[in-house]
């Protein structure tokens, strides 16, 4: 179902300037559909975020795409995602054969996709909890992907990445991010790229913005 619509997402994500193989061939995998409410089904392949209720949304396929392949992962790293939400971005990681940490603040969210990843047999480690402090317990990270904008980089992150490992993380106000890529480079220094014009749900906890 839908398999000449995902061809065309992909071929969309080439044009868009998406290279790397393993992100691509994700993408054909992973059937979109199933993370979306019932009634945005036939969206689904549209390169749009669309809502999935609680406030949330599921993310612009360009911007998975373009975050996962910033990254620049290996099969088999560790990844930590902040914010499950539909779980479509854990989902593309595990099929690109990493193993998935992911932390969702909202409950209801939390469960559904829960519920999800266990129909789907998508075996990724998800816990209900605050994100800006990461999940030390399985540290440290090849790789970390925040999914909502941050007033700021949270120090907790940073220290669960490994060395030479990057994140990928929309900091700036509510209304407007840049993408900070930041690179360990030891145990001291990092190396931070910006990437303008992203605009991402805000990302509430002890270490990003408060929940008024």
Known sequence: MFESERENLV?????????????????????????????????AYKDNALPIGKGQTISQPYTVAYMTEKLDLQKGDRVLEIGTGS??????LYAMGMKVYTIERQYDIFLQ?????????VRVMAIYGDGTIGWTEFAPYQGIIV?????????????????????????????????????????EHFEL????????VPLIGREGWDNE
């Open 11 to 43: 071929h969309t994500l080439m044009k868009k300037g998406i290279k790397a193989p393993q992100v691509l061939d994700a993408f054909y995998k992973v059937e979109r559909h199933l993370f979306v409410p019932e009634s945005m089904k036939f969206f």
């Open 87 to 92: 779980g479509f971005q854990a989902a593309i």
């Open 113 to 121: 996709t829960q519920k999800l990843f266990e129909r789907l047999q």
């Open 147 to 187: 999914t909502a904008g941050s007033p700021k980089v949270p120090d907790s992150l940073l220290r669960q990445l490994a060395v030479g490992g990057k994140m990928v993380i929309p900091v700036g106000t509510k209304s407007s991010q840049e993408l900070h890529i930041i690179t360990r480079l030891d145990e």
């Open 193 to 200: 790229k910006k990437e303008p014009n992203f605009l991402f």
